[in-house]
């Protein structure tokens, strides 16, 4: 993986616009309640502060980044890349739609049945692919940054929900924050 850098029509950004097109305009068609419900960050101690501070930088970073680094068409990775990326997307939008479904309440169908944090676990995926089809170093190291960040923000608003809903801790004991079914069930 080597850097190229370069403003241009077909680099990462494009990618970015989906992201965003998901997140703040689908979302918010999908339910206005989830959309607000989505924006809300738990209460934080101080190590996650400072996690959530690395998370919000690297995470914007690489937005800017995309924007100077090329997709690499030529590449058999680009392919393999933006299939990753569709893929992720994908799993993005079913977990907002089954979170938009959920009234408040613990999200538990869909993609929630295998991990307790399927937006997160879509996003990292939808970069997973970004990376393929960029071969970018600089946005691998930001998004590994991101998503180790990531897991101290998934503990906290694990505690939030525990705290708001003593069911969550059922839920908890069934499904994996990351992957997969709990064998305690």
């Known amino acids: 993986m080597i850097d190229q850098f370069a403003l241009g029509i077909l680099n990462a ?59 690499r068409t030529e590449q058999p990775f680009f392919v393999c890349g933006f299939a990753v990326f569709g893929i992720g997307y994908a799993g993005y939008i079913a977990a907002m739609k089954n979170f938009s479904e959920t009234n408040n309440r613990i999200a538990t169908k869909g993609l929630y049945k295998i991990t307790r944090h399927p937006m997160y676990m879509s996003f990292f995926v939808i970069h997973i692919g970004i990376i393929l089809a960029t071969l ?34 059922d839920y908890m004991e069934g499904v994996h924050r990351y992957f997969g079914r709990s064998s305690q069930r």
């Open 13 to 71: 950004w494009l990618f970015w616009v989906l992201i965003l097109f998901a997140r703040y305009i689908l979302l918010r068609i999908m339910s206005d309640e989830a959309y607000h419900r989505a924006d809300h960050v738990p209460p934080l101690n101080p190590k996650e502060v400072i996690a959530y501070r690395i998370q919000s930088v690297s995470l914007f970073m690489s937005m800017i980044l995309s924007v100077f680094i090329p997709l």
């Open 136 to 169: 970018s170093l600089s946005y691998f190291i930001l998004i590994i940054i991101y998503q180790i960040s990531t897991h101290w923000i998934l503990i906290a608003e694990e505690r939030s929900c525990l705290e708001m809903n003593e069911a969550y801790r």
